[in-house]
């Protein structure tokens, strides 16, 4: 997990801030790649306040075809925040398949009662159409 905080001073007010990981609620990606084509990935996150922005992906190439990939939301602090109940954000990110063996992607989902790291994991194989 990224949790990282700053004070920005702009002579007007200071403004906290820190960086926060959000729960994976759904993804879409295809069933399969097409070797050498590039893919757009969305995936839908639950928004926990108004206080949550998209900062970006914690995207993390592991051993062999293995991906990472966690939601990061810029977090303000110190302000009137209002929780959200049912507000859902979807970003997209591209992948270019680039080797014939399967890839396995790790979307990260929060922690389970015992403190481990949760993921929501798809297989997608590779279609070589050489």
């Known amino acids: 997990m990224i949790f990282n905080s700053c004070v920005v001073d702009d002579n007007a007010s200071d403004v906290q801030f820190s960086f926060e990981l959000v729960p994976v609620d759904s993804v879409e990606m295809p069933l399969a790649f097409s070797l050498g084509s590039t893919y757009t990935i969305s995936v839908t996150y639950k928004r926990p306040s108004t206080c949550h922005a998209f900062s970006n992906f914690e995207y993390v190439q592991q051993t062999g075809n293995v991906r990472t ?3 990061v939301n810029f977090v303000t602090i110190g302000t009137d925040c209002e929780t959200l109940e049912e507000e859902f ?3 997209t990110f591209g992948f270019n398949a680039l080797s014939s063996e399967p890839y396995t992607f790790k979307f990260w989902q929060g922690r389970d009662d015992e403190g481990e790291d949760i ?3 798809y297989e997608v194989p590779v279609n070589n159409n050489n």
């Open 89 to 91: 954000k979807t970003e």
């Open 69 to 71: 990939v966690a939601v």
């Open 119 to 121: 993921y929501l994991v």
